[in-house]
């Protein structure tokens, strides 16, 4: 019995001499050392042996067992090694050749344009709140000072989810839920998206605002002109002018709209600032005592002003481009620009 053992011995050495792949040598792991392999299956007899001769037998067994796995896996790493050394050998790796292109999208313009104007004013010290798009009538026109028949509250302009809730059509709405929710001072931008019922080459039904405001002690206009100079300057570059123009807002009084040396011909008169050589980029004003009241602070205690500007706006003129629709379009070739 004990002679079995060593042929199988010997069979292993000569077959693992002669094998000449890899495949041969795992072949014959199989073959041996398998579940149904040759030795696993005389482990499997050790107990139809006679009693006292299986301690010597079994331990001739595992002693060849474990001579068959050293010598099968030293055959199978001398194979393997020299495998690879032959890969290498007649495969070339050119590690110069650029990696594969993954496309990777970038901020749409308005969101750049937005990201810097916030950024400009956090260094001047605002802070950012935020209002719902879907407003109560009260914060887009009442607290502000918009008279019942005021031309704004038409249907013409106004998206009305009911008599008494609208897509708010400008960020003027978060000037008084910031002040019920505050006591001044106050510095604050509000951006975010309005609605109104409007669709041209300038005009868009959804489009993007950046309201700000400042209420404290002893504000005054003279402020509200340094702000936005600097803002301008920052945005356009300092070789910009800037001119307040006298106009009309019901919360604001006095109420300005603030022109910029037109950033085509810089001042001399062109077809996009139709000859006048300036170009309309904000509404803003003193606050109107009217909405201190509505948002329950003293009047005679709190000044402040407020400015409100569209991002596709200042976007158009930053890029000199020619229609707001291009913005929601979506379109790559006009995207991938920026
Ligand atoms: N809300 C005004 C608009 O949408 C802009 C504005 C804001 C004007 C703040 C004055 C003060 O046209």
């Given at each position: 019995m004990l002679n079995d053992l060593h042929s199988i011995k010997k069979?292993?050495?000569?077959?693992?001499?002669?094998?000449?792949?890899?495949?041969?040598?795992?072949?014959?792991?199989?073959?041996?050392?398998?579940?149904?392999?040759?030795?696993?299956?005389?482990?499997?007899?050790l107990g139809s042996i006679p009693k006292e001769q299986r301690p010597e037998y079994g331990s001739s067994l595992n002693e060849i067992k474990k001579y068959i796995e050293a010598l099968l896996n030293k055959q199978e790493d001398i194979f393997k090694s020299s495998e690879l050394n032959k890969s290498l050998q007649t495969q070339q790796i050119d590690i110069t050749i650029p990696g594969y292109y993954i496309p990777l999208g970038h901020l749409h313009?308005?969101?750049?344009?937005?990201?810097?104007?916030?950024?400009?004013?956090?260094?001047?010290?605002?802070?950012?709140?935020?209002?719902?798009?879907v407003e109560l009538d009260f914060y887009n026109f009442e607290a502000l000072n918009f008279p019942k028949d005021h031309p704004a509250r038409d249907m013409q302009d106004t998206f009305f989810i009911s008599d008494n809730v609208v897509l708010r059509?400008?960020?003027?709405?978060?000037q008084v839920r910031t002040m019920e929710k505050n006591t001044p001072p106050l510095r604050v931008i509000a951006p975010g998206k309005v609605y109104r019922c409007d669709a041209d080459v300038s005009h868009i039904p959804m489009f993007h605002q950046l309201e700000g405001f400042m209420v404290d002690k002893h504000i005054r206009m003279s402020d509200l002109k340094g702000v936005l100079e600097l803002f301008i300057h920052r945005v356009f570059g300092r070789n910009t002018s800037v001119r307040f123009r006298p106009s009309?807002?019901?919360?604001?009084?006095?109420?300005?709209?603030?022109?910029?040396?037109?950033?085509?011909?810089?001042?001399?008169?062109?077809?996009?600032?139709?000859?006048?050589?300036?170009?309309?980029?904000?509404?803003?004003?003193m606050i109107n005592p009217?909405?201190?009241?509505?948002?329950?602070?003293?009047?005679?205690?709190?000044?402040?002003?407020?400015?409100?500007?569209?991002?596709?706006?200042?976007?158009?003129?930053?890029?000199?481009?020619?229609?707001?629709?291009?913005f929601p379009e979506n379109d790559k070739r006009f995207l991938e620009q920026f």
């Amino acid at each position: 019995m004990l002679n079995d053992l060593h042929s199988i011995k010997k069979s292993v050495r000569e077959e693992a001499e002669r094998a000449g792949s890899l495949q041969d040598i795992q072949n014959l792991k199989v073959k041996y050392l398998g579940k149904k392999g040759v030795l696993t299956n005389k482990l499997k007899f050790l107990g139809s042996i006679p009693k006292e001769q299986r301690p010597e037998y079994g331990s001739s067994l595992n002693e060849i067992k474990k001579y068959i796995e050293a010598l099968l896996n030293k055959q199978e790493d001398i194979f393997k090694s020299s495998e690879l050394n032959k890969s290498l050998q007649t495969q070339q790796i050119d590690i110069t050749i650029p990696g594969y292109y993954i496309p990777l999208g970038h901020l749409h313009p308005i969101t750049l344009v937005l990201n810097e104007i916030v950024s400009i004013f956090i260094s001047l010290g605002f802070t950012v709140e935020e209002g719902p798009e879907v407003e109560l009538d009260f914060y887009n026109f009442e607290a502000l000072n918009f008279p019942k028949d005021h031309p704004a509250r038409d249907m013409q302009d106004t998206f009305f989810i009911s008599d008494n809730v609208v897509l708010r059509t400008h960020t003027s709405s978060v000037q008084v839920r910031t002040m019920e929710k505050n006591t001044p001072p106050l510095r604050v931008i509000a951006p975010g998206k309005v609605y109104r019922c409007d669709a041209d080459v300038s005009h868009i039904p959804m489009f993007h605002q950046l309201e700000g405001f400042m209420v404290d002690k002893h504000i005054r206009m003279s402020d509200l002109k340094g702000v936005l100079e600097l803002f301008i300057h920052r945005v356009f570059g300092r070789n910009t002018s800037v001119r307040f123009r006298p106009s009309f807002f019901p919360f604001t009084e006095p109420s300005a709209e603030i022109d910029i040396s037109c950033v085509i011909c810089k001042g001399s008169g062109c077809n996009v600032c139709k000859g006048t050589g300036w170009l309309e980029i904000l509404g803003a004003g003193m606050i109107n005592p009217r909405v201190y009241e509505k948002a329950g602070y003293d009047p005679d205690l709190y000044t402040g002003f407020a400015f409100g500007m569209g991002i596709e706006r200042v976007a158009m003129l930053k890029f000199s481009i020619d229609d707001i629709r291009l913005f929601p379009e979506n379109d790559k070739r006009f995207l991938e620009q920026f």
